[in-house]
């Protein structure tokens, strides 16, 4: 959109917030005259109206001047309505033109700075005196201005990309609400939702009637990690009063492409990282399922208990699913718990034509889901589904009588916080639910359509092109894209021990040349026998055809003198 229609749209907005977006859109000869300077000098002495709704009123009217004002003088202050009012707008203005420039493909993903360099710029410590609300400000431009512009649509780096407006604006209501998940009483609307929104995920798992349990937690390691530790109690109820010295060893598995949360869980929770049990992957990062068989029946002739196997759908770096169907048929016949990190992979469940590569999922007993990476939630926004009802209150649940009072007027069953490990929980489901209201089941399908279709556009430029090899065969199952950019030094060598230790310092530089220049960002990573490749994943839907092209001729032109 124009800069002028922008601008109209922004004069909407009250507070002088339009005018002051009209001056970032514009350039300097059109700004508005009262709208130069920085923010938070245009910000240090403003009028303020009022904002109430009696006609006549008379409420104060004057000057907010921030240099005189401290966080005290703000609500719950006497008087602080007003200056309150005006603080809030200014925030909100740094916070509008932060958006407005994420999407700015003109702007820089980063501004890099070192961190003895930040750490000498400015001043960072805390004191025992207050600052006043002027600097405030002047602390908010500064953090903003080195933030990663995570929304923008050429940054790449991570699972979790984009920004999404609908899920900006619930995160804002949320922390506005400031509440706790624990219970129906102080966050009545809140956990209606996680109710609604969790049955209709286990729904799409294909659970009939979305029938079970789950929870939101903070991040896919500890969703798996519950899912860990509702296994063993499945198993060994008995652990929960008497410890890991009351049962036998435990033994869970996981593919070698898994995710390191798997034995970081084992190691919290006294099941020791050694008990964790690393399955071979084909080719394509692929549990094997003949290696898990084999693997069971050793751990058994040993005496020991498998317990737990947790196959995973999107592995973090080949996006590989692994073959889930015959999976539970291991985990049927051996009577083990099957354990689903689709903390990746997940969102392709809302598309039609991807949630095959998640076929046999439905017969997992739970499954980690992260809304906050496909999806493009904001984050956090970590959901892990349990097909047995009640199992994780029974595993959890301590009875904290201050909390958890039995002889409430309201149905107990929605004093949810006994079953979570935390007592103090965000409330990471409304992101989830606004956005799902606004966008569809369609729409959430069109966005993972979207990013799936830019990573085999990528794929099939790449794939023949000189100067690229590619990691593995054949086209990604999901968005993540791995590949090696050989530069023309390179090109003419043997595939020798010395071009393998030369190529494995190629991606890191041109990556830190990415963040120098601040144009785009990626990610790379060694694994197994395989040097530093980049791997690139597509979850932003901001991204574009030519916003691949682009990534393309920047690896081209930071990595051609390597």
């Known amino acids: ?97 932060y958006v407005v420039k994420s999407f700015d493909r003109s702007t820089k993903v980063i501004d890099f700075h070192y961190p003895n360099e930040l750490l000498q710029e400015y001043n960072w410590e805390l004191a025992d005196q207050p600052q006043n609300l002027e600097e405030i400000l002047t602390h908010c431009q500064t953090t903003l201005k080195y933030a990663i512009k995570t929304g923008h649509p050429r940054y790449f780096n991570q699972l979790s990309t984009g920004l999404d407006m609908v899920g900006l604006a619930a995160d804002w209501l949320t922390s506005t609400a400031n509440t706790n998940m624990f219970t129906y009483e102080i966050a009545p609307v809140f956990v209606l939702l996680e109710y609604v929104t969790l049955k209709k995920m286990r729904e799409i798992i294909g659970w009939p009637g979305g ?97 737990l196997v947790s196959a995973t759908a999107g592995t973090t770096v080949y996006g590989a699913f692994d073959p889930l169907l015959a999976v539970a048929d291991i985990c049927k016949k051996y009577k083990i718990w099957m354990h689903v990190d689709a903390a990746w992979g997940g969102g392709l469940l809302m598309s039609r034509k991807h949630k095959w590569k998640l076929s046999g999922v439905e017969r997992a007993n739970s499954v980690t889901w992260n809304p906050h990476k496909m999806m493009g939630v904001p984050l956090q926004c970590s959901a892990l589904l349990v097909r047995e009802e009640g199992l994780m209150q029974s595993c959890n649940q301590m009875h904290a009588s201050y909390l958890f009072q039995q002889d409430k007027h309201y149905d107990l069953s929605y004093d949810t916080g006994d079953k979570a490990l935390q007592c103090g929980r965000h409330v990471d489901v409304f992101k989830l639910w606004l956005m799902w209201r606004a966008k569809g089941t369609t729409g959430f399908e069109a966005h993972i359509d979207k990013c799936l279709e830019l990573a085999e556009y990528l794929y099939n430029i790449i794939k023949n092109r000189e100067g690229y090899e590619m990691v593995f065969d ?89």
């Not at 060994?236 to 010295?245: N, R």
């Open 1 to 97: 959109m124009a800069a002028r229609a922008w601008c109209q749209v922004a004069q909407k907005f009250t507070g002088g917030i339009g005018n002051k977006l009209c001056a970032l859109l514009y350039g300097d000869s059109e700004k508005p005259a009262e709208s130069s300077g920085s923010v938070t000098s245009r910000a240090a002495t403003r009028k303020v109206s009022c904002t109430c709704d009696q006609k006549p009123c008379s409420c104060p009217k004057g000057d907010v001047n921030y240099a005189l004002l401290h966080a005290t003088d703000l609500l719950p202050a006497c008087d602080g309505e007003r200056p309150t009012l005006a603080f809030l707008q200014d925030v909100m203005n740094i916070l509008l033109q």
């Open 211 to 307: 029938s079970g349990d789950g929870i939101f937690s903070p991040g896919g390691a500890i969703s798996n990690m519950y899912a860990m530790l509702i296994a063993r109690y499945k198993m060994f109820p008995e652990v929960k009063e008497k410890g890991m010295a009351a049962v036998p060893r435990l033994i869970a598995f996981t593919s070698e492409h898994s995710h390191f949360s798997l034995k970081k869980g084992a190691a919290a929770l006294g099941i020791g990282t050694d008990s964790v049990i690393l399955i071979k992957c084909d080719e394509r990062g692929k549990m094997i399922p003949s290696d898990l068989e084999r693997r069971i029946v050793e751990v058994k002739q040993k005496g020991f208990v498998p317990f």
């Open 474 to 562: 054949g086209k990604p199952q999901h968005t993540n894209v791995c590949f090696w950019f050989v530069p023309p030094s390179l090109r003419v060598l043997e595939d020798n021990e010395e071009r393998m230790s030369r190529l494995s310092k190629v991606a890191p530089v041109i990556k830190a040349r990415m963040m120098e220049y601040g144009t785009t960002m990626v990610s790379y990573q060694p694994l197994g026998d395989k040097v530093n490749f980049f791997r690139m994943v597509i979850s932003n839907p901001a991204a574009t055809h030519q916003d691949i092209d682009f990534l393309i001729e920047e690896i081209e032109r930071l990595g051609q003198d390597l």
